[in-house]
């Protein structure tokens, strides 16, 4: 019986070590989803940090720094930063409620009011073993009505995290 507490412990601490690193995603889905008049295909690349300076108390909670660009196929783009926060009621199952602010430029796609926009949303994804991801991720993008247009936009992608295991040195992250 100990054996197999020993395995499980040796287990669910590899499964945790192996999910601390960097993570690249590339994604691809619907931009304006709700409304069908701007509705187009958007793609992302973005990269999210392993920070073990923002240690969390909780085993199950992780926050990751991220930055991202994004871009629809009528030119449109948002360039941002932000954080997710990583909850992981399982070592397989992922969801990432997250934050992130940019600048936004419509090109010849949808007007957002304000260059200045804010990204609020959530993500649900499958962790395999070697750290990789894929999921969903449903996001409203919005100014805040802070500019005297603020129709918005909800998008709905999927994506893809490759885990990158020797990351940025200045965030902290030592590249296990």
């Known amino acids: 019986m100990k054996k197999y507490a020993i395995l499980l412990l040796l287990t669910v601490s590899s499964l945790h070590a192996v999910r601390q690193c960097d993570l690249f995603s590339v994604s691809t889905g619907i931009f304006d989803i709700m409304r069908e008049r701007h509705r187009t295909w958007e793609m992302s690349l973005e990269y999210k940090f392993h920070c073990p300076r923002l240690k969390s108390p909780f085993r199950f909670l992780e926050f990751r720094p991220l930055i991202g660009a994004m871009a629809t196929i009528e030119g449109s783009t948002y360039l941002y930063g932000g954080i997710n926060f990583d909850l992981f009621p399982c070592d397989q199952i992922v969801i990432a409620p997250g934050f992130a602010a940019g600048w936004y430029r419509a090109g010849d796609g949808k007007n957002l009011g304000y260059p200045l926009e804010f990204r ?55 590249g296990k």
Do not use: T
């Not at 609020?120 to 991801?133: M, P």
């Not at 894929?134 to 409203?140: A, D, E, K, R, S």
């Open 120 to 174: 609020s949303g959530v993500e649900l994804a499958w962790q395999f073993e070697d750290a990789s991801r894929l999921g969903v991720h449903f996001y409203h993008l919005s100014n805040a009505s802070i500019g005297s247009r603020n129709p918005g936009e909800e998008s709905f992608v999927f994506y893809y995290d490759i885990p990158i295991k020797k990351g940025f040195p200045f965030f902290g992250n030592s």
